[in-house]
């Protein structure tokens, strides 16, 4: 390997990276660097570095994804179903006006 590898799914592997952060395929490509006589530390290091990123990434996105259920709960619960429109489904998922256009895709798409 001449380059930093990124993180990869290679050979068409849905398999995530093992407890020690890599997967298969990246541990294959670790082994070749080795049997040519190079150390691979660089090389394992940033992978790891780029798995680690993808983690932060992550977990970003899903503390974000909490704090919105936090105040949809909240809201939720401090909602009178005397009080509802009957124009609309439910007022507590109506978030065109609390929220950006980038948050009104559904949960689960964003999850994804």
């Given at each position: 390997?001449?380059?930093?590898?990124?993180?990869?799914?290679?050979?068409?592997?849905?398999?995530?990276?093992?407890?020690r952060?890599?997967?298969l395929?990246?541990?294959?490509?670790?082994?070749?660097?080795?049997?040519?006589?190079?150390a691979?530390?660089?090389?394992?290091?940033?992978?790891?570095?780029?798995?680690?990123d993808?983690?932060?990434?992550?977990?970003?996105?899903?503390?974000?994804?909490?704090?919105?259920?936090h105040?949809?709960h909240?809201?939720?619960?401090?909602?009178?179903?005397?009080?509802?429109?009957?124009?609309?489904v439910?007022?507590?998922?109506?978030?065109?006006s609390?929220?950006?256009?980038?948050?009104?895709?559904?949960?689960?798409?964003?999850?994804?």
């Open positions: 390997m001449t380059t930093p590898p990124k993180p990869s799914r290679a050979c068409g592997s849905s398999a995530p990276p093992s407890p952060g890599l997967t395929a990246e541990i294959h490509d670790v082994l070749e660097v080795r049997a040519s006589g190079r691979p530390c660089r090389d394992v290091t940033a992978l790891l570095k780029a798995h680690l993808q983690v932060e990434q992550r977990i970003s996105e899903l503390e974000h994804g909490r704090a919105t259920l105040d949809r909240a809201r939720a619960a401090a909602t009178d179903p005397a009080k509802c429109r009957a124009d609309r439910c007022s507590i998922l109506d978030t065109t609390r929220e950006p256009a980038s948050l009104r895709a559904p949960f689960a798409t964003r999850l994804a």
